[in-house]
């Protein structure tokens, strides 16, 4: 209701009983409202308190205002100092970040993340690239080295230990890789990557036999406490883990994926259908305009507009995730063949053939699947190739092609399986998985080796707990300490044949605790494979069958695979990729360590 007047005159105007009301003295130092105030107290009450009320709000939300932001402004203006904890936390993150997602340190110098921290937040100082990758990386390395070492004493994972192990080579660098496999005390399947191993001189047996025993006394691991190797077929690394005398066997995907091979090679029909589909798959991949086209054909007909795939020689999934796209985009490529004459696409026979592969080999690609998955262990390996056994015997498709095909993929899958039930790992991870127990086995001899052999793993067991405090025997005792034990359970095994052929049970001629154990064991139904989680299952069940619960946690913590190996080179090429192509072989196991340990430990050590 009042207003000063323009031209800074010196009397305050009234707008409600038009009175002009002195400004004070004349100097402009000592103008005030006061009078003006006095007025509205005097003869405008209600306005004095309407207008004292919004005054009195406005003081309070300033003085707030002044209260929060004089800390502010005084924290922003300055920077934490070195030791503040605030400060190194910044700097662990930071550096954790670049080996988790794979960036180079030269990041931390990049004018968008310099931009985006200084905004985040202004009080950190930004470091220099050396000091991330000289200071902060080697120290989190080695933080992260004593808690895998402490995971991997025996308290924690037990005594025994599993391993799977690849080789890799870039454009500068040859890589070998260890990951070790453990169940730990809580019945929880743990992995970590122990080494990326740069690779020096010619691959030989010998060398990767050095590596693979030097890896192992590098992290303070007993070679006795190796349960089994799991590798590829490559023959100097299976040269490599003869001489190293470690128990070892080849990766059941690999084996797989040379049964595949096998069936598709044995076609020539089958052949010239992939050489096509490869040369299409080439030409989109290769060509913006050929992709722009069929991304419009792909409209035009309502279809998902999906990449062509192009398969993958050392996979042979991939092969099968191209005949499924391109059978998807089958309508789409044939109106595209239509438009270029140098174009070929598959005659309607043809296109009858790849739905017959497809048919064929995707329960090949979920058994793959299945022993490729983290969780999976040896146990289903005995399981998965009689399945697969039944899938090709069974009636398939009726294409003379195919049917030639599945039954090369059968005999190879039988052939290059063929020994798979004298293999103890494996036979005894399937007979400890409640899912399977006996029931894959193939015969009853089986079973007999099996039991025989948990006879030897139950007194290497007992054997184990005696010699706990005491002095290691020579040589010399120790073998011939075992040769009474062999004579014995050769015994046994003949002893358990006549009882299988008199019909006699356990429990009608005795028996020990293990074989008490064994018949109450396998005289209940089997968990469900899907739903049934084995470690689970021995956890809530290890006091009712204490002997066979030692051996699971032994003998299933052993992966099917060597497929946790090959994913850690995965990592790998993007670590080498770009501005890291000339990263010091070092380092570059160092940033393979980080990145995979730092997800599996959640970022705590």
Not at 122 to 137: A, D, H
Not at 344 to 354: C, E, F, G, K, R
């Amino acid at each position: 209701m009042t207003e000063r007047r323009k031209n800074q005159s010196e009397v305050w105007y009234c707008k409600k009983c038009q009175m002009n009301v002195s400004m004070g003295s004349k100097s402009t130092t000592t103008k005030n409202t006061s009078n003006m105030w006095n007025h509205l107290k005097i003869h405008h009450s209600t306005i004095f308190e309407e207008a004292k009320k919004k005054r009195d709000a406005e003081k309070a939300k300033t003085s707030s205002h002044i209260q929060a932001s004089l800390p502010m402004m005084f924290e922003k203006q300055t920077k934490w100092k070195m030791p503040d904890v605030r400060s190194k936390t910044l700097d662990r993150m930071i550096t954790e970040m670049i080996a988790t997602d794979n960036q180079p340190f030269t990041m931390v110098q990049n004018k968008g993340f310099q931009r985006l921290m200084a905004t985040a937040e202004p009080i950190y100082t930004l470091k220099s690239e050396k000091f991330y990758r000289t200071k902060m990386f080697p120290s989190i390395h080695n933080s992260i080295v004593e808690k895998v070492k402490a995971l991997l004493k025996p308290d924690n994972a037990g005594y025994n230990l599993a391993f799977t192990t690849d080789c890799w080579s870039g454009t500068t660098e040859s890589l070998m890789s260890l990951t070790c496999h453990f169940i730990d005390d809580q019945w929880i399947r743990r992995q970590v990557i122990l080494n990326t191993k740069a690779m020096l001189g010619s691959h030989t047996g010998e060398y990767i036999s050095e590596m693979f025993l030097g890896m192992l006394e590098e992290w303070d691991i007993d070679e006795d406490r190796v349960v089994l190797v799991l590798r590829d077929s490559g023959a100097n690394i299976v040269k490599g883990m003869r001489i190293a005398e470690l128990p070892n066997m080849s990766c059941s995907a690999h084996i797989l994926q040379l049964v595949v091979n096998d069936g598709l090679n044995s076609q020539r029909a089958v052949q010239n259908i992939l050489s096509v589909l490869k040369s299409c798959a080439t030409h989109f991949n290769h060509s913006v305009l050929a992709k722009q086209r069929l991304a419009v054909i792909q409209q035009d007909l309502g279809l998902p507009a999906h990449a062509i795939i192009q398969a993958v020689l050392t996979r042979w999934n991939s092969t099968l995730h191209m005949l499924v796209r391109m059978q998807e985009q089958r309508r789409a490529l044939n109106i595209y063949a239509s438009e270029h004459s140098g174009f070929t696409s598959l005659s309607a026979d043809q296109w009858s053939i790849v739905s017959n592969l497809i048919e064929t080999l995707s329960p090949v690609e979920e058994v793959t699947l299945e022993m490729s998955h983290y969780e999976s262990s040896a146990s289903c390996i005995i399981p998965s190739v009689k399945v697969l056994k039944m899938l090709l015997s069974s009636q398939g498709p009726s294409s003379h092609g195919i049917k030639t095909m599945r039954q090369e993929m059968l005999e190879s899958l039988t052939r290059r399986f063929a020994k798979v039930e004298e293999v103890k790992c494996a036979v005894l991870a399937c007979l400890l998985d409640p899912r399977y127990k006996a029931h894959a086995f193939s015969s009853d001899t089986t079973l007999l080796n099996a039991k025989v052999w948990l006879e030897e793993e139950t007194e290497t067991l007992e054997q184990d707990n005696n010699a706990q405090g005491e002095e290691t025997q020579s040589d010399d005792s120790s073998t011939v300490s075992k040769r009474p034990r062999t004579e014995e359970t050769q015994k046994k095994l003949i002893d358990e044949m006549y009882d299988t052929l008199l019909g006699a049970t356990s429990s009608e001629v005795g028996g020990s605790s293990l074989e008490r154990e064994l018949q109450q064991y396998l005289s209940e139904s089997v968990t469900d494979r899907r739903m049934g989680k084995p470690l689970e299952w021995w956890k809530q069940n290890e006091k009712r069958f204490p002997i066979l619960a030692r051996l699971s946690r032994k003998f299933l913590c052993l992966p099917p695979s060597s497929v946790p190996s090959e994913r850690v080179f995965s990592e790998v090429g993007a670590i080498y990729k770009n501005k890291r192509s000339r990263l010091t072989g070092q380092n570059a196991e160092r940033l393979c360590f980080l990145h995979y340990n730092l997800v599996l430990l959640n970022w705590e050590y």
